[in-house]
């Protein structure tokens, strides 16, 4: 975040997420999934006209069994005059961003529900999903050696990518597909009885398929980056705090992915694909390398450079995901494979296929990851060197080598949980993050970008929002020093040395 | 700052003053082109393969191919309960489907009618 969106965003000392002010953006998303949503719904009524047939519903979303998927068109229905309804209330209200809130709310509330569908249905499968995202989760957030997006703010990422990403993207994949089968089997009447139509042509739309859903989901979850960036942009402000969002959003929307596809059969191999070796590709890592670059153009001077990165990293992402859905079964005809058995396809095929078509991009997000780290670990050293000499209590020249030590911390904290137990460990934790928050502050407010020249030249002659926004780091890294303090006497009773 | 004109404390000082972008923008462009690739290389797997009527059933029906759940991408469609005939099929229908009846109509089947010509009965019909 630059000093001035800072200062834009009146953010105040000790806020986890930047005030939220006007839903511009997620109004901008959320409207953004009303308009596609109706234009699939649009394009479905379109295609699916026989000639001179009759008989069947004219969206074939509306046709029989599509159970939850008829939910969400009646509910998007029903939410088009609520949130225009709301927007009006707003207007006229004293309130006006929390009825703006609310129309955001109810905007993305039908995409919410494939998702919660899913989850509600399944739950033994959500159960068998917690231990392994639980820990994916754990470890993306232990993989920020520094500074770390806090769990609340990694959480909001990860709802994200569970309900309102994956559920759009279930939503209009299912439109999707039966608007190409409309358009596959265009003459005939497909709409006399589109579910045994359907199911009888499913294979000739399917790599069209791969294209629409890799599009599709990559902006849904982008779209989540999007906001993060926004309303918590003082969490996300490199590569790798980007990142470690990015992948929470993925996880998410794998999560939502693996439970809906192991209902429909062939449970055990699907969980092991993705919630096994997997778990790290695929969403997770499209996801970490979008975020990744969300997260750099915070720290990029250059206009030219921010939207290399952006392009760079939605175009690798869509690209690997429709790749992901088509080239496997290829290579697999290609090579000849398609008589292997179920041990070789499990063991040998499925991480063969992930390493072959996603591996570029995952080794993409680990270099990112370690070239973020290095220039963190350098940003680091300065910062906490040089708060460690202003004398002022809150890093001591003793917590130096500790802090700068990402394996010396964790051999640390290991050793406070074993032989101290939980409480000093948390306090432990806690006062180290509060201290990387505080070199981290200091580290922003010495290198934030400077802010687009106005084109007002009066604006630009005054310098007062400069100096308010320079004021506010100040003010903000003050109130930081304060909470180490804190932090440190509240640690100290449990352990003599604990900050060390 | 990175790739700033000014240099910065732990940042890309020197690689900013040659005029080139910071080692993550590189990464992420390098990536980029890669993705690109990806998505023609499919394209033309596409164009080339999934047209040609000699590819395999199994894999032609994509979501029962055994390689493809290691893919994130497409969220399968959902296997809906048939709703039974419609009324206009009523006179022509089976108690069930012949086993070896082909998923596609043969050559020559005309385009505009419905494959396949009838369906199973509704309870009690003759």
Redesign the interface.
């Known amino acids: 975040m630059t000093a001035a969106d800072r200062s834009s965003r009146g953010t105040r000392p000790g806020d986890l997420v930047d005030r939220l002010g006007d839903p511009g953006r997620a109004w901008f998303v959320a409207r953004a999934f009303l308009i596609l949503y109706g234009v699939e719904l649009w394009l479905n009524a379109v295609r699916n006209r026989p000639p001179g047939g009759d008989g069947g519903p004219a969206l074939l979303i509306l046709a029989p069994g599509y159970g939850v998927h008829r939910v969400t068109f009646w509910a998007f229905v029903a939410c088009v005059p609520a949130v225009v309804l709301t927007k009006l209330v707003a207007r006229r209200s004293g309130r006006a961003n929390r009825w703006r809130w609310a129309a955001v709310a109810l905007a993305l509330l039908p995409f919410a529900l494939p998702s919660l569908d899913a989850l509600a249905t399944n739950p033994l499968w959500v159960l068998a999903c917690v231990p392994t995202t639980g820990f994916a989760l754990w470890t993306v957030h232990r993989s920020q050696s520094y500074v770390r997006v806090p769990p609340p703010v990694l959480l909001a990422a990860f709802a994200w990518g569970l309900l309102p990403a994956f559920g759009f993207a279930a939503a209009t994949g299912v439109l999707g597909r039966l608007t190409a089968l409309a358009t596959r089997r265009s003459a005939e009447p497909l709409g006399a009885d589109p579910v045994s139509a359907a199911a009888d042509i499913a294979g000739d739309v399917q790599h069209l398929m791969a294209w629409h859903s890799g599009i599709g989901e990559e902006l849904a979850k982008a779209a989540g980056i999007l906001l993060l960036l926004r309303y918590a942009g003082r969490h996300v402000h490199d590569a790798v705090s980007g990142l470690a969002v990015g992948a929470a959003v993925g996880l998410g929307f794998n999560l939502g992915e693996t439970v809906l596809v192991t209902s429909q059969g062939d449970a055990a191999f699907q969980f092991y694909a993705r919630q096994g070796v997997g778990l790290f590709a695929a969403h997770t890592a499209f996801s970490a390398l979008v975020g990744a670059a969300a997260g750099l153009t915070r720290r990029l001077a250059s206009e030219r450079d921010r939207r290399t990165a952006v392009v760079g990293a939605v175009v690798a992402a869509v690209g690997a995901n429709v790749a992901a859905g088509t080239l496997p079964p290829w290579l697999t005809h290609l090579l000849d494979l398609e008589g292997a058995g179920d041990l070789v396809r499990t063991l040998v095929l499925t991480p063969l296929w992930i390493v072959v078509v996603q591996g570029t991009v995952i080794l993409a997000v680990l270099r990112v990851r370690r070239a973020g780290l290095r220039r963190q670990a350098a940003a680091m050293a300065t910062e906490v060197t040089g708060e460690a000499a202003t004398g002022r209590g809150a890093i001591t020249e003793a917590d130096v080598p500790l802090l700068l030590d990402p394996a010396a911390r964790t051999r640390r904290e290991i050793t406070t949980l074993r032989r101290d137990g939980w409480r000093p460990f948390r306090a432990l934790s806690r006062l180290q993050a509060a201290q990387f928050e505080l070199a981290t502050r200091r580290w922003l407010a010495t290198t934030d970008p400077p802010a687009d020249p106005p084109a007002d030249p009066q604006a630009a002659a005054g310098t007062d929002a400069d100096a308010d926004a320079d004021a506010d780091a100040d003010a903000e890294i003050e109130h930081l020093r304060r909470r180490v303090l804190e932090l440190r006497g509240a640690a100290r009773p449990a352990s003599p040395d604990v900050a060390r | ?6 240099p ?4 890309d000082g020197d690689r900013a003053r040659a005029g080139q ?5 590189r ?13 023609g ?2 394209l033309m ?2 164009v080339a ?2 047209d040609d009527p000699s ?9 029962g ?19 039974g ?4 099929d009523a006179g022509n229908c089976l108690d069930e489907l012949p086993p070896d009846l082909p ?2 109509p043969p050559s020559g089947y005309p ?5 396949p010509p009838f ?1 199973i009965c509704p309870d009690g019909a003759p």
Not at chain 2, 8 to 11: D, I, N, S, T
Not at chain 2, 27 to 39: K, N, P, Q, T
Request: glycine residues 8%; hydrophobic residues 35%; without cysteine.
């Open positions: 700052m990175y790739g700033s004109a000014v910065e404390r732990g940042g972008a910071p080692r993550e923008v990464l992420l462009a390098e990536a980029g082109r890669i993705g690109a690739l990806l998505l290389l499919t797997v596409d393969w999934f590819r395999p059933e199994e894999v032609r029906r994509g979501p191919v055994p390689t493809r759940p290691a893919a994130p991408a497409t969220t399968p469609a959902p296997r809906p309960t048939p709703p005939p419609s009324p206009s998923t596609s385009t505009d009618r419905p494959w369906s």
